[in-house]
Structures are given as structure tokens and as C-alpha cells.
């Protein structure tokens, strides 16, 4: 046994483990994004905890609403996605023209989706509010949950397009490398965030109390705040981001280019609309068991997501550097270094899992909610802690599967996997079973280690490692 573990440790450490030089370019790319994330999460916790201060109603309307906002930042995400791909392999060529030109294709794309938010938010928002009331619970508190939900969601709409310009331009320094402020600007936003929240939830310093109105204003305070930091700097500083001189001298984008981005970002964008909205059905299903659920399930996504943001922002360094290397047309060294970040993201998962799930039951006690609203977070906390793992590594399966321009690809594994085997498998349980949810979410979450399984799969063949700028970087150049 001891001569088979010598004979194998060699070739693990080579495929699964970097050397000091690799991780320390990893870590240059994933600390500013976890430090963003994490003060973000951090952030949302305590909003939650602030509003959730003023009853189980507010946190579960505003809860609510924030599932539309979700469904809508994930748009953002998918529209920038396929951009963001060539915007990737642009920068590891060199290519800086092209690049210019898939940020503004990024902003046009963020100014359409933007509107087009505003008119269906506008136009059925009691329609899409009521869908996560219909379970059991006493109606006074669905009627309070409802009028709530609708007042955050109106003060939220002024907070889109500032959000959706930001991740615009944050995407794109991301893809050229610079990580640092992003990062910056979003803990600005946070702190705005956090500060006002206080200020305008319970009325200090003279300003008067606005409950859930407030937390949506301090919200749309911090997004405004976020997008002129990171605008501001980055056109001010012409020697550190020189790549975006020129941006606004013309508003060209080759008519060839915007059409190969459109059909590989396409499905990008169908992807995370589909994704964004199966999660919130998923949430709707489980609502159903209960007004309680909700409130739980807001507290529990708010601490996994605070635990998971370590190794989900592996992804990003997954998405940058194989997109770089598949740019500079190192195809082997790309499905090399997925390998490597893939098992660091694992050992990250791993760690935090025990942790969330040894502290579930009484980190949840600092909200002051129902007692079961707390338990059955912690339920519901642990089930996930379970499965970070799987999360991690089909996390990484995704960014890898996207970085090499399989769009297709990546909208099967994500969002039509989600459709066709999540959604059903979790509406059974919740349909044609007579189990507790204590029972049907731990269930709900065996999704995870299927998709884990198929994205090692995938990521294994190879197929997704293509270059997608070669021939256009090299007649750039």
C-alpha cells in the first residue's frame, strides 16, 4: 500500500497541485475578488439582520423582491458573459482595439436589458410577488409580506442601470487583469451600503425612519456610488488602465465581431436568464411548504453564500486565466492549470463545509425571528454545507467550459440541467411526498454531486480548450 501511495502521489500532485509561482498568480486574482464578495455577503447579512429586526414579514417581503433583482443581475451577468469571453483572450493577445470594443458592446447590451427589466417590473409586479405567498401561513402576514415586498421593489428599479453600467465596466478590467478596483469600488459600495442602511432603517442622526424604504434607498445610494468610483478612476488613471483610451472616441464595433460575440454570447444570456429564473421557481416550489420556509431560506442563502464566496471566486480565476492562456493560444496549459484550480477550489469547499455545518445552529441565532424560521435554516444551511464540494467543482467545470467559447455546451450543463432534472426532481418531492421540508431540502440538494460528476466529465475530454481570437489578434497586431 505504502508503494502504491509513493508510485501515485507523484502524478496527483502534477495534474491536481501548482507550484508557489502558480499559486501566487491565482492568489493575486481571487484575494481582491473574495475580499469584494465577502464584504459583500457580509453586508447582506447585516441588512438582513437589520431589516429582519423589524419583524419576519420585512425580511421575508424584501426577500422576495430581491429573488426579481436576482433574475435580473444574473442577466446582467450572462449578457456581459460572452463579451466577456473575447474580452479575455483579447487581453491575453494583446489585442486592445477588440477590446475597447467588447466593453462597449458590454454597455449598449446593459442599457437594452435595463429597460426592458424596468418595463416588466413595472408593469406585473404584484403578479410576480404573489408567486411565493401561496403556501400556508397566517393571511394578515402574506397581506404584510406582500405590501413590503412591493415598496422595495419600486425604490430598487432607480438602482438597475447604475448596477448594470458597474458590472460593465468591473467585467472588463476583471478580463484585463485588474482586479484591484473592482474590488475597491465595491467595498465603497458595500460600506455606503451598510452605513445607510442603519441611517435610514431606524432614523439616526436626524433622518427619518423608513423600515424596508430605507434598505432599498441606502441600496440604490451604493450602486450610484460603486459605478462613478470605478468610471472616475479608471479614465483618470490613463497609465494603469491604459486600455481604455480611446473608449469613447468612437462608438464602433465591428459589425463582424458584435454578430460572433451575439451568437456566443447568445446562449450565455439565455443561460443565466434561465438559470437566475429556475432558482427562484426552485424557491417557489419550497415555498409552498409554508411562509416559515421563506423567511429560512432567506437566512440560509445569506450564510452559504458568506461561506461559499472563497472558493466560488475561483471561478473567476478559472474564466481569466485559461481564458488568457487559450488566448496566447496555449491550449494544453489552460486544461493544465483548470485541474490545479478545480482541486484548490475543492480543498476550500471542503474546509468551509465543516465549518458552516458544525456553526449552522447557532449563528443563526443572531436574527430575531420565530424560533422555527432559525431551526429550519439551520437545516437548511447544513444540507448545503454538504454539498459545497460538488458546488465547487461544478463551479469550476462551468467557468472552464465558458472561458473556450462553448456557449452550447455551457448552457446544458448550467441552466438546461436545472430545467430538466432540478426543477422536476424538486417539485416531486414537494408534490407527490408527504415529507416535512426538513426532509424534501436536504433531498432538493442531491442535484449537486450529479452535476459535479458531468462537469468532470466534460472538462476531462478537452473539448471546451479553443482559442477563439487567434486569427483575428494576430491580423490586429
Same mark, same amino acid.
Given at each position: 500500500?505504502?508503494?502504491?501511495?509513493?508510485?501515485?502521489?507523484?502524478?496527483?500532485?502534477?495534474?491536481?497541485?501548482?507550484?508557489?509561482?502558480?499559486?501566487?498568480?491565482?492568489?493575486?486574482?481571487?484575494?481582491?475578488?473574495?475580499?469584494?464578495?465577502?464584504?459583500?455577503?457580509?453586508?447582506?447579512?447585516?441588512?438582513?439582520?437589520?431589516?429582519?429586526?423589524?419583524?419576519?414579514?420585512?425580511?421575508?417581503?424584501?426577500?422576495?423582491?430581491?429573488?426579481?433583482?436576482?433574475?435580473?443581475?444574473?442577466?446582467?451577468?450572462?449578457?456581459?458573459?460572452?463579451?466577456?469571453?473575447?474580452?479575455?483572450?483579447?487581453?491575453?493577445?494583446?489585442?486592445?482595439?477588440?477590446?475597447?470594443?467588447?466593453?462597449?458592446?458590454?454597455?449598449?447590451?446593459?442599457?437594452?436589458?435595463?429597460?426592458?427589466?424596468?418595463?416588466?417590473?413595472?408593469?406585473?409586479?404584484?403578479?410576480?410577488?404573489?408567486?411565493?405567498?401561496?403556501?400556508?401561513?397566517?393571511?394578515?402576514?402574506?397581506?404584510? =409580506? %406582500?405590501?413590503?415586498?412591493?415598496?422595495?421593489?419600486?425604490?430598487? !428599479? $432607480?438602482?438597475?442601470?447604475?448596477?448594470? *453600467? /458597474? &458590472?460593465?465596466?468591473?467585467?472588463?478590467?476583471?478580463?484585463?487583469?485588474?482586479?484591484?478596483?473592482?474590488?475597491?469600488?465595491?467595498?465603497?459600495?458595500?460600506?455606503?451600503?451598510?452605513?445607510?442602511?442603519?441611517?435610514?432603517?431606524?432614523?439616526?442622526?436626524?433622518?427619518?425612519?423608513?423600515?424596508?424604504?430605507?434598505?432599498?434607498?441606502?441600496?440604490?445610494?451604493?450602486?450610484?456610488?460603486?459605478?462613478?468610483?470605478?468610471?472616475?478612476?479608471?479614465?483618470?488613471?490613463?497609465?494603469?488602465?491604459?486600455?481604455?483610451?480611446?473608449?469613447?472616441?468612437?462608438?464602433?464595433?465591428?459589425?463582424?465581431?458584435?454578430?460572433?460575440? =451575439? %451568437?456566443?454570447?447568445?446562449?450565455?444570456?439565455?443561460?443565466?436568464? !434561465? $438559470?437566475?429564473?429556475?432558482?427562484?421557481? *426552485? /424557491? &417557489?416550489?419550497?415555498?409552498?411548504?409554508?411562509?416559515?420556509?421563506?423567511?429560512?431560506?432567506?437566512?440560509?442563502?445569506?450564510?452559504?453564500?458568506?461561506?461559499?464566496?472563497?472558493?466560488?471566486?475561483?471561478?473567476?480565476?478559472?474564466?481569466?486565466?485559461?481564458?488568457?492562456?487559450?488566448?496566447?493560444?496555449?491550449?494544453?496549459?489552460?486544461?493544465?492549470?483548470?485541474?490545479?484550480?478545480?482541486?484548490?477550489?475543492?480543498?476550500?469547499?471542503?474546509?468551509?463545509?465543516?465549518?458552516?455545518?458544525?456553526?449552522?445552529?447557532?449563528?443563526?441565532?443572531?436574527?430575531?425571528?420565530?424560533?422555527?424560521?432559525?431551526?429550519?435554516?439551520?437545516? %437548511?444551511?447544513?444540507?448545503?454545507?454538504?454539498?459545497?464540494?460538488?458546488?465547487?467543482?461544478?463551479?469550476?467545470?462551468?467557468? /472552464?467550459?465558458?472561458?473556450?467559447?462553448?456557449?452550447?455546451?455551457?448552457?446544458?450543463?448550467?441552466?438546461?440541467?436545472?430545467?430538466?432534472?432540478?426543477?422536476?426532481?424538486?417539485?416531486?418531492?414537494?408534490?407527490?411526498?408527504?415529507?416535512?421540508?426538513?426532509?424534501?431540502?436536504?433531498?432538493?440538494?442531491?442535484?449537486?454531486?450529479?452535476?459535479?460528476?458531468?462537469?468532470?466529465?466534460?472538462?476531462?475530454?478537452?473539448?471546451?480548450?479553443?482559442?477563439?481570437?487567434?486569427?483575428?489578434?494576430?491580423?490586429?497586431?
Amino acid at each position: 500500500m505504502k508503494s502504491l501511495t509513493a508510485r501515485m502521489w507523484p502524478r496527483f500532485k502534477e495534474k491536481f497541485i501548482g507550484d508557489r509561482a502558480f499559486y501566487a498568480m491565482v492568489l493575486s486574482l481571487v484575494i481582491p475578488v473574495v475580499i469584494q464578495n465577502t464584504v459583500t455577503n457580509f453586508v447582506n447579512l447585516l441588512d438582513n439582520v437589520m431589516v429582519g429586526s423589524l419583524g419576519t414579514a420585512h425580511m421575508s417581503g424584501v426577500a422576495i423582491a430581491n429573488h426579481l433583482m436576482f433574475v435580473f443581475n444574473l442577466s446582467i451577468f450572462g449578457a456581459l458573459s460572452g463579451a466577456g469571453i473575447y474580452g479575455a483572450q483579447f487581453a491575453g493577445a494583446k489585442d486592445w482595439e477588440s477590446f475597447r470594443e467588447t466593453l462597449r458592446l458590454r454597455i449598449f447590451v446593459s442599457v437594452g436589458i435595463t429597460a426592458l427589466a424596468v418595463i416588466i417590473f413595472t408593469s406585473w409586479p404584484e403578479r410576480l410577488l404573489s408567486l411565493y405567498l401561496q403556501g400556508e401561513g397566517d393571511p394578515a402576514v402574506s397581506a404584510a =409580506t %406582500f405590501a413590503y415586498g412591493l415598496e422595495y421593489l419600486r425604490i430598487m !428599479l $432607480w438602482g438597475l442601470l447604475p448596477f448594470a *453600467l /458597474a &458590472q460593465s465596466y468591473s467585467s472588463a478590467l476583471r478580463d484585463a487583469g485588474e482586479t484591484v478596483l473592482p474590488m475597491r469600488a465595491a467595498l465603497l459600495s458595500v460600506l455606503i451600503n451598510l452605513v445607510f442602511n442603519y441611517l435610514l432603517i431606524f432614523g439616526k442622526l436626524g433622518l427619518p425612519a423608513l423600515g424596508v424604504r430605507g434598505a432599498a434607498l441606502a441600496t440604490v445610494l451604493s450602486r450610484a456610488a460603486e459605478l462613478l468610483m470605478v468610471t472616475v478612476v479608471a479614465h483618470r488613471n490613463r497609465d494603469r488602465f491604459f486600455f481604455l483610451t480611446g473608449l469613447y472616441r468612437s462608438l464602433r464595433i465591428r459589425g463582424a465581431l458584435a454578430k460572433e460575440i =451575439t %451568437f456566443k454570447g447568445m446562449p450565455l444570456f439565455v443561460n443565466e436568464l !434561465l $438559470w437566475s429564473s429556475g432558482m427562484i421557481t *426552485l /424557491a &417557489q416550489i419550497l415555498s409552498t411548504k409554508g411562509l416559515t420556509v421563506v423567511g429560512a431560506q432567506n437566512i440560509a442563502n445569506t450564510f452559504t453564500n458568506l461561506f461559499g464566496v472563497f472558493f466560488f471566486s475561483v471561478g473567476t480565476a478559472v474564466a481569466i486565466v485559461t481564458g488568457q492562456s487559450l488566448g496566447a493560444g496555449q491550449e494544453q496549459r489552460a486544461k493544465e492549470e483548470v485541474w490545479k484550480l478545480t482541486a484548490f477550489a475543492v480543498g476550500l469547499a471542503i474546509v468551509l463545509g465543516a465549518l458552516l455545518f458544525i456553526t449552522a445552529g447557532w449563528i443563526t441565532q443572531i436574527y430575531r425571528t420565530e424560533v422555527e424560521v432559525r431551526q429550519l435554516a439551520a437545516v %437548511f444551511m447544513r444540507a448545503s454545507a454538504f454539498c459545497f464540494p460538488f458546488q465547487a467543482i461544478a463551479n469550476c467545470s462551468y467557468f /472552464a467550459i465558458r472561458s473556450g467559447g462553448r456557449t452550447l455546451l455551457t448552457m446544458v450543463f448550467d441552466s438546461i440541467y436545472l430545467w430538466v432534472i432540478c426543477v422536476p426532481y424538486t417539485y416531486a418531492l414537494v408534490a407527490f411526498t408527504n415529507w416535512g421540508i426538513t426532509t424534501i431540502y436536504p433531498l432538493s440538494q442531491l442535484i449537486h454531486p450529479l452535476k459535479a460528476v458531468l462537469g468532470l466529465i466534460v472538462v476531462g475530454s478537452g473539448i471546451w480548450a479553443r482559442n477563439l481570437v487567434g486569427d483575428k489578434a494576430g491580423a490586429s497586431v
